[in-house]
């Protein structure tokens, strides 16, 4: 087996993807792709949406993908490709979320059988150890994909001194791996002087056009909420934990109210951190979760968009919003400075600054005009955003890898 070891980004803008078949031969007819996840659909989030619309697209081209996973009794929506549940425990205070245990003996025969072509890792638990463990001795390459900053959870629940040992764990594990599929190559670079990882591919994000649109702004359904038709509203959406941070959405309109700049909060999301957070921030308007069409009209009928959040890799309530035609208010971070192009679609602020926040803030409440110049650059900057381009990319480099990996005659 050959690992590819350069250190240079195969970087794949969004809009200007690879084809799907690579000359040579070899195509993504018949190819069998493994894909182990630490929760692919039975909670709804950013990192198993855009790893179902992967899977959907891949099948789409003629590959087949098996997904190990843990699963539940009430998911979230109905999985892309053929899911097999793995065995998991529920996280003790989270118990929404599980935590996959690694593969049994049956799995693990099941899988050789199967003779995949290709495995990809997208969590750095048991399972995904499992995996790779399993993928060397077969001698089948193997990629993984970056969806959390799981290193930065820590500060967040009182286990800051934990941070190093947990780094650790990610080094070995993106140790040796054929690639590792990062948002941005700003956020490969920066995992890589951090060294986590040796080196990198972007698999980015799409946005679905037709779904978040300015023209899904609805002034009734602002008004069933209590919003008037000339009150500017600060959006936030997201499930409501911790490390979203809420704290600072709670601060910075705190700041807002104190120099008596006219707003409306409206949170969309639910979550554990939900009372803590509705008490502090009494005056704000929780919608709940909202999904589909609803969670577009919420994005459109929202006048800007607060994300506090430095632990997503992307981050997509981003492109979501600047598709729906409203500016983004954002931490310096990797999910958002990839997407936000500070004083152009939005601002980006240090995460920990409230008063850069209430600043950036108070900037698109006051002032008309720049609110509306930035929704309208952030439109035409989401038309980049093309799900079928990035996913046609990120199958262009599974077969470059997968070319490398096979004998001289197979491979062409």
């Not at 425990?89 to 290709?118: D, F, N, T």
């Not at 009150?231 to 104190?258: C, Q």
Request: hydrophobic share 45%; glycine share 10%.
């Amino acid at each position: 087996m050959r690992v590819i070891q350069s250190m240079m980004y195969e970087e794949f803008h969004p809009g200007s993807g690879p084809p799907a078949n690579r000359p040579g031969g070899l195509t993504a007819e018949g190819l069998r792709i493994v894909l182990f996840s630490g929760n692919y659909n039975y909670v709804r989030d950013g990192a198993n949406q855009a790893l179902n619309r992967l899977v959907a697209y891949l099948e789409s081209k003629g590959a087949t993908a098996r997904i190990y996973s843990p699963t539940s009794d009430h998911p979230a929506f109905e999985p892309a490709g053929t899911l097999v549940s793995v065995p998991s425990v529920s996280i003790p205070g989270r118990a929404e979320y599980r935590i996959a245990r690694g593969l049994p003996g049956k799995l693990r025969r099941e899988i050789a059988e199967w003779e995949p072509h290709l495995f990809h890792l997208s969590a750095p638990d048991p399972l995904g150890h499992s995996a790779k463990k399993l993928a060397k001795s077969l001698g089948a390459p193997v990629v993984a994909s970056v969806h959390t900053r799981f290193e930065t959870y820590f500060e967040y629940y009182g286990f800051g001194w934990a941070r190093p040992a947990g780094e650790a764990i990610l080094k070995r594990f993106y140790h040796g791996l054929d690639e590792v599929f990062v948002t941005s190559p700003g956020f490969g670079e920066m995992l890589r002087d951090q060294g986590l990882i040796e080196h990198a591919a972007t698999w980015s994000r799409g946005v679905d056009k037709e779904r978040f649109s300015p023209a899904r702004r609805a002034p009734e359904w602002r008004r069933s909420l209590g919003i008037c038709d000339d009150d500017v509203v600060i959006g936030f959406v997201g499930r409501l934990v911790l490390e979203k941070g809420l704290d600072m959405v709670a601060a910075a309109v705190a700041e807002l109210k104190r120099r008596g700049v006219p707003h409306k909060l409206l949170v969309v999301g639910e979550g554990p951190a939900r009372a803590k957070f509705e008490a502090q921030v009494p005056d704000a308007i929780f919608t709940g979760f909202l999904d589909g069409t609803m969670l577009a009209t919420a994005f459109a009928s929202a006048d800007l968009l607060i994300n506090p959040s430095i632990t997503e890799t992307f981050g997509n309530i981003n492109i979501e919003a600047l598709a729906s035609g409203i500016p983004v208010v954002a931490a310096i971070a990797s999910g958002s400075s990839c997407i936000i192009e500070d004083g152009v679609t939005g601002r980006l602020v240090p995460h920990a600054d409230v008063t850069g926040f209430a600043d950036a803030l108070e900037h698109y409440l006051v002032d008309h005009d720049a609110r509306h110049a930035a929704g309208a650059a952030g439109l035409e900057a989401a038309m980049a955003y093309d799900w079928d381009a990035i996913n046609g990319a990120v199958l262009a480099r599974y077969l470059e890898i997968i070319a490398a990996h096979a004998p001289p005659a197979a491979a062409g």
